[in-house]
């Protein structure tokens, strides 16, 4: 080995901005995962894993650092449009892997629809500008001089995400998303026998000339000193087994240097069916079909497929009969280039005959094998025929039933592949029992369109799972299934799954970033953050800030009304008029009863509608509309008699990057005569860029 007929298909790794290979060392083959034949080389000789990391710190950094989270969105958005131009280049790559069609869909197109989402709700959710503030000040002094801000800003160093071999695309570009969104780099490193996928995507993504110069590397190939080169600045996202995920978490640089490792491991995944689940309803054939699919979707090997079927005691014997039927009428195994088949082969020989080996250790603790076998399964050819072919890596989905449902085996021994055992309950408490066995895990599901069971059960079990499905009548056809994580929420779980979280929306943003208290005056957290705090100085001279265009406006730019008083026939026509006629606006006894209110007083509402007229530039101008309130609170009632006033100050300015106009949030306090706090929200407008 180590030729150059071998170095000439070695997969090349992506660093500072160039292709790279080795020009000498040992390769190692990766073979078709149905024919056996060679498919690439993986060699990374003489990679220089240092220059790569600082790379990503000083270019990938600064290049980033250039671009806000709407712009980030928004090439997110771009890359997703341009690898949905090109992806059945790349279902064609992915066929090598043993993936089928369907396979195929699930990885490269569920990958680009996490760019998709996460450009999306990066314009929807995330402020245009660099820095996130989290939450409410915190009044830290009697006159409001001094707060405390929680604020985000991205980590300083590189996001090295190690993947598993089972999703080289999906799995890397759900890491990449929120990285690049967040302005963290990325050094890419998958698992190696199927890294020529996660190759090609990468390159799909360079020649987009999308990226800025530095956000993205790839090493192709065993990278097993990347950590000696981390420090605290950095993040690692790892996707694999808890064996390697420890020896991760064991590095110096980790337990010393303080290196981020976020981890999503092992996980011996539950589906219980409810009692109420009986064959015969719709909860009983979708939990058959959610347990197929899990099966055979990718040759079983997700990291949420379900691994253990807990089904009441008296449905056991109707479950193994209906999902033998069912994978009988329905799986076909074979070449996923073949016309008709519906699973393809293991990643790999290794890989297979790890499973066989896991199976037969589920055997040999009490596990009975009730469908399938451990023969080489006879495949379909592409002559319409089937024969044995022992030079892919193929297997029968394979059912196994414990008898005793508290044997070890079946809540600790994972066979990676279309492989899953079944135990039975007698009770939801004992169900429950069963699930926690798993010792934390990424999903679970339950079954059942009884109210009182899901809720019962998602109690018992949630604090075990990062994700809890439950499966019903009514979403049993829109549901997105049991082992498909999706970008909005949190993939990952306590315990064996290994305690780290991803996706999960803007929250795995978030793990890119780091939160820190800043502690000021309002005038220094406003000239920090660019979001204006109460206390920080106002600008109420020249035109009123409605006449302002986005390019006008800045930060603090207010408004004063003059004062309205309130009259008792206000209140009442407002009553008589909208029909809320609760009694403390039109019952004087009732009213002056409540402990509340002094007497009749003004509908909130009322005094809200008042503070739009007493602020609002009637005139056609930049302000194009208001869209909503937000954080409303009624603080002091209001009595006949008494006025108000109110303070409009401009709190945040966001514009958008595709549109001719962007958003305001004012920040409004109405006031009474006696300048105490009435009502306090946040108005939300959209505003012209340009003068109207």
């Not at 790279?20 to 060392?25: I, L, S």
């Not at 018992?460 to 498909?484: E, N, P, Q, V, Y």
Request: proline share 5%; glycine share 10%; aromatic share 6%.
């Amino acid at each position: 080995m180590g030729g150059r007929s071998e170095l000439s298909k070695v997969i090349p790794s992506f660093l500072l901005d160039e292709w790279w290979a080795p020009t000498e060392g040992a390769v190692t083959e990766i073979l078709d995962a149905s024919t056996g034949e060679i498919v690439a080389h993986a060699n990374v000789t003489g990679i220089d894993i240092q220059s790569a990391v600082e790379h990503a710190r000083s270019v990938g950094q600064a290049n980033l650092g250039q671009l806000t989270f709407h712009e980030r969105a928004l090439k997110l958005k771009e890359l997703a449009q341009y690898l949905n131009s090109r992806k059945e280049e790349l279902y064609a790559i992915s066929s090598k892997t043993g993936a089928t069609k369907g396979d195929s869909m699930v990885d490269i197109d569920g990958g680009i629809g996490v760019l998709f989402t996460f450009g999306s709700k990066g314009r929807r959710e995330l402020p245009n500008s660099n820095l996130i503030v989290d939450g409410a000040p915190e009044v830290l002094s009697k006159d409001g001089s001094f707060l405390g801000q929680h604020i985000y800003t991205r980590l300083p160093g590189v996001a090295v995400q190690i993947n598993a071999f089972n999703f080289p695309a999906w799995g890397m570009l759900e890491k990449f998303a929120p990285a690049f969104l967040a302005g963290v780099p990325t050094i890419v490193k998958p698992a190696t026998p199927t890294a020529y996928l996660a190759h090609a995507t990468v390159q799909i993504m360079i020649e987009s000339a999308i990226l800025p110069a530095g956000c993205l590397q790839l090493i192709s190939g065993s990278a097993r000193d990347i950590l000696d080169h981390l420090d605290y600045r950095d993040l690692v996202g790892f996707t694999g087994s808890a064996s390697t995920s420890n020896a991760l978490r064991a590095h110096p640089n980790v337990v010393h240097g303080g290196v981020r490792l976020t981890a999503e491991t092992d996980s011996l995944n539950a589906a219980i069916l409810g009692p109420d689940a009986i064959p015969g309803t719709p909860e009983f054939e979708a939990f058959v079909k959610s347990l197929v699919t899990e099966m055979t979707v990718k040759a079983g090997q997700k990291c949420t497929s379900i691994r253990r079927a807990i089904v009441p005691s008296s449905s056991v014997e109707d479950l193994i009969a209906a999902v033998s039927a069912r994978v009988s009428e329905r799986v076909v195994i074979g070449d996923p280039r073949v016309e008709g088949v519906t699973m393809g082969a293991l990643v790999s020989r290794e890989q297979k005959n790890e499973v066989l080996s896991r199976v037969r250790e589920l055997v040999n603790a009490g596990g009975r094998i009730v469908m399938g076998s451990l023969d080489e399964p006879r495949i379909l050819l592409a002559d319409g025929t089937h024969a044995v072919a022992p030079e892919g890596a193929f297997m029968q989905p394979v059912l196994l039933h414990f008898a005793d449902a508290l044997a070890q085996a079946a809540h600790s021994i994972e066979a990676f592949g279309p492989v899953t055992s079944v135990v039975g309950y007698d009770s939801i408490d004992e169900a429950i029992a069963l699930a926690a066995l798993g010792a934390g895990s990424l999903v679970a599901s339950v079954a059942t369109h009884d109210p009182d069971v899901a809720k019962k059960v998602i109690e018992g079990i949630a604090a075990h799972h990062g994700r809890t499905l439950i499966l019903d009548r009514d979403d049993a056809k829109s549901s997105t299934g049991h082992g498909s994580p999706v970008p909005h929420l949190v993939h990952g779980g306590p315990g064996r799954a290994g305690g780290g979280e991803e996706l999960g929306g803007i929250r795995s943003v978030l793990h890119h970033m780091q939160r820190t208290a800043v502690q000021g005056s309002p005038a220094m957290l406003t000239a920090v953050t660019g979001q204006w705090f109460t206390g920080a100085p106002r600008n109420l001279g020249g035109a009123h800030p409605f006449r302002r265009s986005l390019a006008e406006l800045k930060i603090g730019d207010g408004f004063d009304s003059p004062l309205r008083q309130v009259t008792l026939e206000d209140i009442s026509a407002f009553a008589e008029f909208t029909g809320d006629k609760f009694y403390a606006h039109t019952d004087p006894v009732a009213a002056a009863a409540n402990p509340f209110f002094p007497g009749i007083v003004a509908h909130g509402y009322l005094l809200v509608s008042w503070a739009a007229g007493l602020f609002v530039d009637a005139a056609p101008g930049p302000v194009l509309a208001n869209y909503g309130l937000e954080n409303l609170r009624f603080i002091t009632p209001v009595s006949p008699g008494d006025s108000i006033r109110v303070s409009l100050t401009v709190k945040r300015i966001t514009p958008r990057e595709t549109d001719e106009y962007g958003e305001v949030c004012w920040d409004a306090v109405i006031h009474n005569e006696r300048d105490e706090i009435v009502a306090s929200y946040d108005v939300l407008t959209l505003v012209s860029k340009l003068p109207r």
